[in-house]
């Protein structure tokens, strides 16, 4: 049935996107490194070892996992130190919960405006907007370039953002703080496989507000895949401890800034919500900016 495609479509590009693109992170620059050294009797032995400058780490001074060669996938492993309380369950909750959203979204997309996805006994079988699923649409010339461009385009990320901003303001007041939100603040220096650890009440809010602009307006199938690319890769690219930086735009070390100082650098993905509101701690083009402490 379709919804099972659906389903398989969705887990495969989120949870298999997540699982590769973390997997590739811990490759590339957590693993030991190996290296011949002669012995005394002259043979040669191979032997693990790091290259102990970790120019790459935006916390140089905390070597975390760094020459852990294990898989940190938390499914299987057992081998993180000082791994979180539940970080096995939640992780993995959640990820499952993020690929259901997308399946959700496909299935509705799937059954929406002028998408036709049978064609049996010569009947054509199509479903319309006002039949209420997804307001992806899948035609060009359904709406002018201009609105794909500045509409379809950018709402999504405008939409996440501001929501994303005033939900993780929301996460920091004591009552959810303490409740929720503290469990997600458990790693100070975050690593490949981290960002998940989120309560799973709190990591489903965020998942409506991640999907949400496929049901707000109509927003172009190419725009969303855009869209969903970017906050996912910037997802793990906030959480992989590594500096990655697109200037004007989007700096890891402003995330990681958060979860080492706690109270400033809210916004996700950009940095925009916070230079509006005054809680953004770092460098932005070249200019240095301190934060008023947010209680």
Request: aromatic share 18%; glycine share 6%; proline share 4%.
């Given at each position: 049935?379709?919804?099972?495609?659906?389903?398989?479509?969705?887990?495969?590009?989120?949870?298999g996107g997540?699982?590769?693109?973390?997997?590739?992170?811990?490759?590339?620059y957590?693993?030991?490194?190996?290296?011949?050294?002669?012995?005394?009797n002259?043979?040669?032995?191979?032997?693990?070892?790091?290259?102990?400058?970790?120019d790459?780490?935006?916390?140089?001074?905390?070597?975390?996992?760094?020459?852990?060669?294990?898989?940190?996938?938390?499914?299987?492993?057992?081998s993180?130190?000082?791994?979180?309380k539940?970080?096995?369950?939640?992780?993995?909750?959640?990820?499952?919960?993020?690929?259901?959203?997308?399946?959700?979204?496909?299935?509705?997309?799937?059954?929406?405006?002028?998408?036709?996805?049978?064609?049996?006994?010569?009947?054509?079988?199509?479903?319309?907007?006002?039949?209420?699923?997804?307001?992806?649409?899948?035609?060009l010339?359904?709406?002018?370039?201009?609105?794909?461009?500045?509409?379809?385009?950018?709402?999504?990320?405008?939409?996440?953002?501001?929501?994303?901003?005033?939900?993780?303001?929301?996460?920091?007041?004591?009552?959810?703080?303490?409740?929720?939100?503290k469990?997600?603040?458990?790693y100070?220096?975050?690593?490949p496989?981290?960002?998940?650890?989120?309560?799973?009440?709190?990591?489903?809010?965020?998942?409506?507000?991640?999907?949400?602009?496929?049901?707000?307006?109509?927003?172009?199938?190419?725009?969303?895949?855009?869209?969903?690319?970017?906050?996912?890769?910037?997802?793990?690219?906030?959480?992989?401890?590594?500096?990655?930086?697109?200037?004007?735009?989007?700096?890891?070390?402003d995330?990681?800034?958060?979860?080492?100082?706690?109270?400033?650098?809210?916004?996700?993905?950009?940095?925009f919500?916070?230079?509006?509101?005054?809680?953004?701690?770092?460098?932005?083009?070249?200019?240095?900016?301190?934060?008023?402490?947010?209680?």
């Amino acid at each position: 049935q379709m919804w099972v495609q659906s389903l398989i479509v969705g887990f495969t590009l989120i949870s298999g996107g997540y699982i590769l693109l973390n997997t590739l992170i811990q490759q590339v620059y957590y693993r030991s490194i190996e290296v011949k050294q002669s012995s005394l009797n002259g043979r040669d032995a191979t032997i693990k070892k790091t290259d102990g400058t970790y120019d790459w780490k935006i916390q140089r001074d905390k070597e975390g996992h760094v020459g852990d060669d294990h898989w940190w996938l938390p499914l299987i492993s057992r081998s993180k130190r000082n791994k979180a309380k539940n970080h096995r369950l939640f992780t993995t909750l959640n990820l499952g919960t993020a690929s259901l959203g997308a399946s959700i979204v496909i299935e509705a997309t799937s059954r929406s405006n002028h998408f036709n996805f049978a064609n049996i006994m010569d009947v054509q079988l199509e479903f319309n907007l006002s039949s209420g699923w997804s307001s992806l649409y899948w035609n060009l010339s359904d709406y002018s370039l201009g609105y794909y461009l500045f509409v379809s385009t950018l709402f999504p990320f405008v939409w996440q953002s501001v929501l994303e901003y005033y939900w993780h303001r929301t996460m920091h007041l004591p009552w959810f703080y303490i409740r929720l939100h503290k469990v997600h603040h458990y790693y100070k220096s975050p690593e490949p496989f981290d960002d998940l650890y989120i309560h799973p009440l709190e990591s489903f809010g965020y998942y409506c507000i991640l999907y949400s602009p496929a049901f707000i307006i109509p927003v172009h199938v190419t725009s969303f895949i855009f869209y969903m690319s970017i906050v996912g890769l910037t997802g793990v690219l906030d959480h992989s401890g590594v500096y990655f930086s697109f200037p004007g735009f989007y700096n890891t070390r402003d995330h990681d800034t958060h979860h080492a100082k706690f109270d400033c650098n809210y916004a996700f993905p950009f940095p925009f919500m916070d230079l509006a509101h005054g809680t953004f701690r770092g460098t932005y083009l070249n200019k240095e900016y301190c934060y008023k402490k947010v209680h």
